[in-house]
């Protein structure tokens, strides 16, 4: 059978075909306008994807139940060899399967899966199936190309695109019947969040000497110029984001469409850099521009109103956090904040005596906090008659929201005083409560649950041992603690940009001290304090909770 994971994965792909098939589609995948001569020699052909099913017939079940024909299964070359290669096994060990899948309905466009069973995978290279699912190394949208336009083909994307070369090769077995097809691999540089995307160029025949250039492209290409300016203007990113939340474009555009000029006087700021603004915003897809020159808010764009907790996040990150980061050498040469060089304090004493920087902390925690707290409550079996203390909980939102789901739980939220006097004026569920205290000195004993959301990534490992050293004396054995954190990969070279860990473990070296951690270090550092790590769930925005039990 399908896991979840991939059926999900599918639909995805699936859900993109449209846009995909459209007219022009290359030349947006491109970014740039295309010759005709090789616009009308190109076609979107497939989407393709990576699975871990049981058996291939899995797969052939889940197309014919989507609306696909599937086609024969023949063996893949070139995926084989690419995963042979990433994971230091002997190719033939890996037994990879293609199935392309057609619409039923004579729609454009196809699938293209290929299919390597999770026993096999897991026996011949754990930990492979987790690293392919994050990286994503193997999807890709296929074009299919004239074959005697394929070398322009290839040459257009290494020069109109911040694309470049990630291989190909040759499959006899595929389209037998018309000699096979070639196929060249293009990645393109990181996008803001980190990720890489991937397009493959495929040719009816064997083409040896495209091939051949293709396999030797020097790898520094204009490409990787391309991709490191686009890292290097990803503050601006921020700076816009931040910007566009202090002088309130979002609240002034509201739900409606309108022309910068009206933007601008909503806003009071010159006319013509705001239609500077909201078009670089475009980028980031928080605006989106109109044919008629008009703008409007996206989905992703509301998040940017002030009453959304999130404009508060983006608000702190555009001012303390951002003036800290001027004095990141600094962190790096010295192991020392970056914010206390320059704030000269450590960033929790800092919030503790500036109480409207400290509320802008809190809301903006809650932020994400929403999200997580609703995956928490659907996603673990919180039992009637326990109680939770939620450790360095703030205002109480996550624990408000479990408590509102499941009636016969009752919740203590711990934090510093200064947090709990302002979190006690809102409004809270029955059945939970405020304390104030130290953690680093002890926490309310006698409950059944623990929780520490987003709490261990702040402090170093010996200031962590304190704090799971003082859970543990609270509780009895066989006690619960749920820990929310962001996990590094485990293994050595592991890609990880596909995620939020890696960036998040630089915030923390610069802001608090403290860093992200592997599923093994947190599993070495639990069983140090008397915890065991039983499970991991999945949790939105790359948050992973860490259930763990008192022994």
């Keep these: 059978m399908l896991d979840t994971e991939d059926e999900r994965r599918l639909r995805d792909v699936i859900g993109r075909l449209g846009g995909l098939t459209a007219a022009g589609s290359f030349a947006h ?18 989407a393709a994807l990576l699975v871990f099913p049981d058996t291939v017939s899995d797969v052939r079940d889940f197309l014919a139940a989507s609306g696909f024909v599937a086609g024969p299964s023949v063996p893949s070359r070139v995926v084989r060899a690419r995963l042979a290669e990433r994971h230091q096994v002997p190719e033939e060990e890996l037994e990879v399967t293609i199935v392309h899948g057609r619409p039923s309905d004579g729609a454009p466009g196809g699938l293209e899966i290929f299919v390597l069973p999770r026993e096999a995978a897991d026996a011949i290279a ?19 190309v004239a074959p005697e336009r394929l070398e322009q083909a290839r040459r257009t994307c290494l020069h109109l695109s911040s694309m470049t070369p990630d291989g190909g090769g040759y499959n006899p077995c595929d389209d037998r019947d018309s000699g096979g097809r070639s196929v060249v691999y293009f990645k393109t540089g990181p996008d803001g969040d980190g990720r890489r995307s991937r397009i493959e160029l495929t040719a009816h025949g064997q083409h040896a000497e495209v091939l051949a250039a ?55 700021c010159d006319p013509l850099a705001i239609a500077r603004l909201l078009r670089y915003l475009t980028r980031s897809e928080v605006v989106r521009e109109r044919d008629n020159g008009t703008f409007e808010l996206t989905e992703r764009g509301k998040l940017l109103r002030s009453e959304d907790p999130f404009s508060g996040l983006i608000e702190l990150y555009g ?26 304090v450590e960033h929790f004493e800092y919030f503790s005596t500036e109480p409207e920087t400290s509320h802008r902390f809190d809301r903006s925690m809650q932020a994400v906090t929403r999200l997580v707290a609703e995956e928490l409550s659907r996603s673990y079996p919180f039992v009637d008659g326990t109680t939770v203390v939620d450790i360095g909980g703030g205002n109480g939102t996550l624990l408000r929201t479990v408590l509102e789901d499941h009636a016969g739980v009752t919740g203590v939220v711990f ?22 205290g130290d953690f680093f000195a002890e926490v309310p004993g006698g409950a059944d649950t623990y929780l520490l959301s987003r709490v261990l990534h702040d402090w170093n490992d010996e200031d962590c041992d304190r704090i799971l050293r003082n859970c543990r004396r609270a509780c009895a054995s066989g006690a619960r603690l749920l820990v929310l954190e962001r996990l590094l990969p485990d293994r050595p070279g592991a890609p990880f940009d596909a995620d939020l860990a890696a960036p998040w473990d630089l915030q923390m070296l610069a802001i608090t001290g403290g860093q992200e951690r592997s599923r ?9 304090n008397s915890f065991r790590v039983d499970s991991v769930i999945p949790m939105p925005v790359d948050l992973k909770l860490l259930v763990a039990t008192a022994l």
């Design 29 to 46: 995948v491109l970014g740039s306008p295309v010759d005709p001569g090789i616009a009308n020699a190109v076609r979107f052909d497939h």
């Design 319 to 344: 001012t303390e956090f951002y003036d800290a980061w001027s004095e990141f050498p600094t962190a790096v040469r010295t192991g020392r904040t970056a914010f206390s060089h320059r704030y000269g």
């Design 214 to 268: 293709h396999l030797t492209e020097p790898a520094r290409s204009a490409g990787e110029h391309k991709a490191l300016l686009s890292i290097l203007s990803g503050h601006w990113a921020a700076r816009a984001l931040h910007v566009a939340v202090e002088i309130g474009l979002a609240d002034a555009l509201g739900d409606e469409h309108l022309g910068a000029p009206d933007v601008a006087a909503a806003v009071d």
């Design 126 to 144: 754990p930990g492979l199936v987790d690293q392919e699912r994050a990286t994503g190394e193997e999807s890709h949208a296929g074009w299919l």
């Design 415 to 436: 934090d510093r005083s200064h947090v709990v006097e302002a979190a006690e004026t809102e409004r809270r569920p029955g059945g939970l409560r405020f304390v104030a």
């Design 520 to 528: 093994d270090e947190y599993d070495k550092m639990m069983y140090a």
